[in-house]
């Protein structure tokens, strides 16, 4: 009897920690399910917040963290920014540093977009052993052209001075080969000039000491009540394609439809207009672009026709030269890759947004002996719509260009290279 009643007791007790246990594997079941049902929502939020900002939205609509403070039209209130200091370049030499090959174009289908990327501080600006070349055109077209080609408004003489002043205390810790800090400006100790950006009046327009200095085209936009940005200041002296004079004064809207840039009512002019609105002293980003040009000149291309040539019989300026203007299919030698890269930051005393623009420049035969570059520049050129063509100019040189390039590229595939095929290690813009 007594045994009896202990094994109903083993089995009683063996049931009840038999339900507990389906108990607390229930409770688990229901804690997994629900773990599995909330923790991917959550990550994908914490993923979107990690993602890159895009640099051509409002910041309202790229989180907080970008959000620029509000503000009236044409009102800037100075902003305590300082620049980091720029290491010196690594292995830099004015004789041996070749130019950045910069080849900003993609296999095709043509995408018209700012093309924003969040600039590096130290790479601000870019010199190497072309600077002498640079140098004397841009002196030689500052003796020739002066005011044509560099001009401050009298509204704009503080923002020229201030982006002096940064190129004063940035080439000298970037380049110190070059460059040397005086206590009232710098000093080239390869052409030995001395500035002094301390005197007034200045020696000349503060945007021609600027462009000395440096192998870029510099030129600076500044907002106005109406809330539009307006070229005020400029050293346009290597331009290729378009002149300081009939652009100056203008709004940044205007400027980009007289010159007729392809989609720009449609693709551009809302994230443009959003960017400068609300960049910051501590954003600077980074823009290429490229173009292909038949002759040999960096200063102007005169294929287009004489840069004077569009004046009315009271000696006023029109518009320079077009390129209905240009002889047709020239051979190929006479091709040439123009690439652009441009930075743009704002000036935190004067408020405005600063362009760098640096042109490289190289003949199409040599660009083209680099591996994949054939295919993918005919892949782009074929891809660019009526609008890009004609921007372009490609009616006046595709035929010779594309079968130039279409001929190195067989001859790339034929030694291995496949169609399509991206260089390994290399992403846009190279």
């Given at each position: 009897?007594?045994?009896r009643?202990?094994?109903?007791?083993?089995?009683?007790?063996?049931?009840?920690?038999?339900?507990?246990?389906?108990?607390?594997?229930?409770?688990?079941?229901?804690?997994?399910?629900?773990?599995?049902?909330?923790y991917p929502?959550?990550?994908?939020?914490?993923?979107?917040?990690?993602?890159?900002?895009?640099l051509?939205?409002?910041?309202?609509?790229?989180?907080?963290?970008?959000?620029?403070?509000?503000?009236?039209?044409g009102?800037?209130?100075?902003?305590?920014?300082?620049?980091?200091?720029?290491?010196?370049?690594?292995?830099?030499?004015?004789?041996?540093?070749?130019?950045?090959?910069?080849?900003?174009?993609?296999?095709?289908?043509?995408?018209?977009?700012?093309?924003?990327?969040?600039?590096?501080?130290d790479?601000?600006?870019?010199?190497?052993k072309?600077?002498?070349?640079?140098?004397?055109?841009?002196?030689?077209?500052?003796?020739?052209?002066?005011?044509?080609?560099?001009?401050?408004?009298?509204?704009?003489?503080?923002?020229?001075?201030?982006?002096?002043?940064?190129?004063?205390?940035?080439?000298?810790?970037?380049?110190?080969?070059?460059?040397?800090?005086?206590?009232?400006?710098?000093?080239?100790?390869?052409t030995?000039?001395?500035?002094?950006?301390?005197?007034?009046?200045?020696?000349?327009?503060?945007?021609?000491?600027?462009?000395?200095?440096?192998?870029?085209?510099?030129?600076?936009?500044?907002?106005?009540?109406?809330?539009?940005?307006?070229?005020?200041?400029?050293?346009?002296?290597?331009?290729?394609?378009?002149?300081?004079e009939?652009?100056?004064?203008?709004?940044?809207?205007?400027?980009?439809?007289?010159?007729?840039?392809?989609?720009?009512?449609?693709?551009?002019?809302?994230?443009?207009?959003?960017?400068?609105?609300?960049?910051?002293?501590?954003?600077?980003?980074?823009?290429?672009?490229?173009?292909i040009?038949?002759?040999?000149?960096?200063?102007?291309?005169?294929?287009?026709?004489?840069?004077?040539?569009?004046?009315?019989?009271?000696?006023?300026?029109?518009?320079?030269?077009?390129?209905?203007?240009a002889?047709?299919?020239?051979?190929?030698?006479?091709?040439?890759?123009?690439?652009?890269?441009?930075?743009?930051?704002?000036?935190?005393?004067?408020?405005?947004?600063?362009f760098?623009?640096?042109?490289?420049?190289?003949?199409?035969?040599?660009v083209?002996?680099?591996?994949?570059?054939?295919?993918r520049?005919?892949?782009?050129?074929?891809?660019?719509?009526?609008?890009v063509?004609?921007?372009?100019?490609?009616?006046?040189?595709?035929?010779?260009?594309?079968?130039?390039?279409?001929?190195?590229?067989?001859?790339?595939?034929?030694?291995?290279?496949?169609?399509?095929?991206?260089?390994?290690?290399?992403?846009?813009?190279?």
């Amino acid at each position: 009897m007594d045994v009896r009643r202990r094994c109903e007791g083993w089995i009683h007790s063996a049931e009840g920690h038999h339900r507990t246990i389906l108990y607390f594997i229930t409770i688990a079941s229901l804690f997994a399910w629900y773990l599995f049902r909330i923790y991917p929502k959550r990550s994908k939020r914490t993923l979107r917040r990690e993602n890159s900002p895009d640099l051509e939205k409002p910041a309202s609509r790229r989180g907080s963290s970008s959000k620029a403070p509000e503000r009236a039209p044409g009102v800037w209130t100075p902003v305590e920014f300082k620049r980091p200091p720029a290491p010196p370049h690594p292995d830099w030499d004015i004789h041996t540093t070749e130019p950045i090959p910069y080849r900003p174009f993609r296999h095709g289908p043509y995408h018209i977009t700012m093309g924003l990327r969040t600039m590096k501080w130290d790479e601000w600006i870019e010199l190497d052993k072309q600077f002498l070349r640079f140098h004397a055109d841009k002196a030689r077209r500052i003796t020739e052209r002066g005011s044509k080609c560099c001009r401050t408004a009298p509204e704009a003489f503080d923002g020229a001075v201030e982006l002096l002043e940064e190129l004063t205390d940035y080439l000298p810790q970037r380049y110190p080969s070059l460059y040397t800090r005086t206590p009232t400006g710098i000093h080239n100790l390869l052409t030995r000039e001395t500035f002094d950006i301390t005197q007034r009046p200045l020696p000349e327009d503060p945007m021609q000491t600027a462009a000395r200095l440096v192998q870029d085209d510099l030129a600076i936009m500044f907002e106005k009540p109406d809330g539009q940005y307006y070229l005020l200041a400029g050293a346009i002296l290597l331009p290729g394609f378009w002149r300081l004079e009939d652009k100056f004064g203008m709004p940044l809207s205007e400027i980009h439809t007289s010159g007729d840039v392809p989609g720009f009512k449609a693709k551009l002019e809302k994230g443009m207009m959003n960017f400068f609105r609300r960049v910051q002293p501590g954003q600077p980003v980074l823009r290429n672009n490229y173009f292909i040009q038949v002759d040999d000149d960096l200063a102007w291309s005169y294929s287009i026709g004489p840069e004077d040539q569009d004046v009315d019989e009271l000696g006023s300026v029109r518009k320079a030269g077009g390129w209905n203007t240009a002889e047709k299919n020239k051979a190929i030698e006479h091709h040439y890759f123009r690439s652009e890269r441009q930075s743009l930051r704002r000036l935190p005393r004067s408020g405005g947004v600063v362009f760098t623009i640096r042109t490289y420049f190289e003949p199409i035969t040599k660009v083209s002996r680099e591996w994949g570059v054939p295919g993918r520049l005919a892949s782009a050129v074929r891809s660019w719509g009526e609008d890009v063509s004609r921007y372009k100019g490609r009616e006046r040189y595709g035929e010779v260009l594309l079968e130039y390039l279409d001929a190195r590229h067989k001859e790339q595939v034929a030694q291995g290279l496949k169609e399509g095929e991206e260089v390994e290690g290399k992403s846009y813009p190279f």
